[in-house]
C-alpha cells in the first residue's frame, strides 16, 4: 500500500487549504485514514482521523471546528478540509493508514503506513 499526498502550500492567516491522499491499492484491510503533523522543532502530532465499519471521526481540540475530514470511496482517497488556519498550524502534514480501530490510531499507535508527507505553511 502506498500513500501519495497532494495539495497543501503556501496561506495566509485566515485561509483555507486542502490536502488529499490517495491510496495506491484496495482499501479492503484498512480500516482508518488519517492524519499527522509535525512542526518544526517539535514532536509529530495527531490531527485528525476517520473509520469505517464503523463509520467514526475524530479531531484533535487544536483544529477542531476549522478541520474536516472527508473520504471519496470511488478514489480511494481521504482528504483533510483545513480552515481559517493559523500559523501553527504550519507543518509537514503525513497521511497515515491503518488496519487499527480510530482509537488506537488517535493515539499515534498501530500505523501501518505513513504517506510522504505535504507542507503546508501558513504565514501571519
Known amino acids: 500500500v502506498q500513500l501519495q499526498a497532494s495539495g497543501g502550500g503556501l496561506v495566509q492567516a485566515g485561509g483555507s487549504l486542502r490536502v488529499s491522499c490517495a491510496v495506491s491499492?484496495?482499501?479492503?484491510?484498512?480500516?482508518?485514514m488519517g492524519w499527522f503533523r509535525q512542526a518544526p522543532g517539535k514532536e509529530r502530532e495527531f490531527v485528525s482521523a476517520m473509520s469505517w465499519n464503523p463509520n467514526l471521526t475524530n479531531v484533535a481540540d487544536s483544529v477542531k471546528g476549522r478541520f474536516t475530514i472527508s473520504r471519496d470511496n470511488a478514489k480511494n482517497a481521504v482528504s483533510l478540509q483545513m480552515n481559517s488556519l493559523k500559523p501553527e498550524d504550519t507543518g509537514v502534514y503525513f497521511c497515515?493508514?491503518?488496519?487499527?480501530?480510530?482509537?488506537?490510531?488517535?493515539?499515534?499507535?498501530?500505523?501501518?503506513?505513513w504517506g510522504s508527507g505535504t507542507q503546508v505553511t501558513v504565514s501571519s
Open positions: 491499492e484496495s482499501t479492503f484491510r484498512i480500516s482508518t
Open positions: 497515515v493508514a491503518s488496519r487499527s480501530p480510530l482509537s488506537v490510531v488517535v493515539k499515534g499507535a498501530g500505523v501501518n503506513y
